[in-house]
Nanobody, 126 residues
Framework: QLQLVESGGGLVQPGGSLRLSCVAS????????ITWFRQAPGKEREGISC????????NYADSVKGRFTISRDNAKNTVYLEMNSLKPEDTAIYYC???????????????????WGQGTQVTVSS
């Protein structure tokens, strides 16, 4: 059974940092690209960062570029999202999702992703 479990969320002050983890089980992890999505209250879910199967390709939404870094450790079946210089507008539930693909690059199109974690809450507030 394919499963994704996010962790690492919490309450942080503006300017602070958090590292989210997405641990996968039940499938061959390095066959899948992974994307982090987030959904803020009253807003649509948006893709913010993705990483290719090998980790050699990454992409970021403009809203997080330069502040967030995505990485993966295929030996640990884990993808990380390092979030720095956090802003109140980063407050959201963060989800990771998996897409089986043969593509070298990753995509952040939500409609392509069939497998999702349960989400972890990130709150940025003073």
């Amino acid at each position: 059974q394919l499963q994704l479990v996010e962790s690492g969320g919490g309450l942080v002050q503006p300017g602070g940092s958090l590292r989210l983890s997405c641990v996968a089980s039940g499938f061959t992890f390095d066959y899948y690209g992974i994307t982090w999505f987030r959904q803020a209250p009253g807003k649509e879910r948006e893709g913010i960062s993705c990483i290719s199967r090998s980790g050699g390709g990454t992409n970021y939404a403009d809203s997080v570029k330069g502040r967030f870094t995505i990485s993966r450790d295929n030996a640990k079946n884990t993808v990380y999202l390092e979030m720095n210089s956090l802003k109140p507008e980063d407050t959201a539930i963060y989800y990771c999702a998996a897409l089986r693909t043969v593509q070298v690059m990753c995509v952040m199109a939500e409609r392509k992703y069939a497998y999702w974690g349960q989400g972890t809450q990130v709150t940025v507030s003073s």
